[in-house]
């Protein structure tokens, strides 16, 4: 595992140790049937218009880029998404690294909630624990994110089938053709490859185009990270991509609409 990475992971795991608790598949199961079911990760990734599906993610800050918008709520950021055509959202509720919280995702999701049609969310963050599933779901999120190389196959079992249990989508971040087979073996219907080596934080859209066409016809295809230009997302296309999952170019950006529909149609 990268360094960088190895350290968020240690450090998310001291984080959550003092909230730690055991939770059972049944838990899951009720705390999914008394909540009103969350709008599907995985039919929002699949246009039907040929257009590629764009991930908004709401992202204060990060290790490589720094503070990024201080700005914007992020229920304001949400509606900003939604305005400017998004077909899911990703919230970061990393807080040491990432600026995020529970809270924004909570936020984000209530207000969407109460619009027309419902964006799906995914919760941005370092799983390792079925905790942190449970609290996806009650925070109103549709997905979580499975990093395939930061955890073993043991817990990426444990996570995932926590997940359907919650009735939770997940989304396999890969960034090697090792990870693809391990992602495959788990039985990854969403997988998306992350073009930041998370080891030195440089981006190289080369990961997307090497690896999405290894994908079997079935599974949801993502390109995520350093996708900033049309020429970003016309290489994602290329490779097979459903979908790009956008942060610091759409958080940066003057006019989130005009960046937003250029990369969906590029
Ligand atoms: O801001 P960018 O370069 O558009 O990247 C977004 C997203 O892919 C990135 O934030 C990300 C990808 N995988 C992660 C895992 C954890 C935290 C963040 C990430």
Redesign the pocket.
Known sequence: MSDKLTEIMAHKQREIAPRLREVSPAELRELDASLPRPPSFAEALRRADGQLAVIA?I?RR?PS?GAIAAGASAPEQARRYQAAGASAL?V?T?SHY?GGSLDDLREVTALLAATPAPLPCLR???MLHPLQVHEARAAGASAI?I?VRALDDPTISTLYAAARAAGLDALF?IHEEAELARALAHGAQII?V?N?D?AVFK?DLGFSERLIPRFPKDVIAVS?????APADAARARSAGAHAI???????RAADPRALLQSLATA
């Open positions: 993610e992202k990060s880029a990703s970061l990393d990432f941005k963050d370092f994110l990093i971040e998306g992350n930041r998370l981006t995520e990270s350093g996708i900033a999952l956008v942060g610091e170019a759409l958080m």
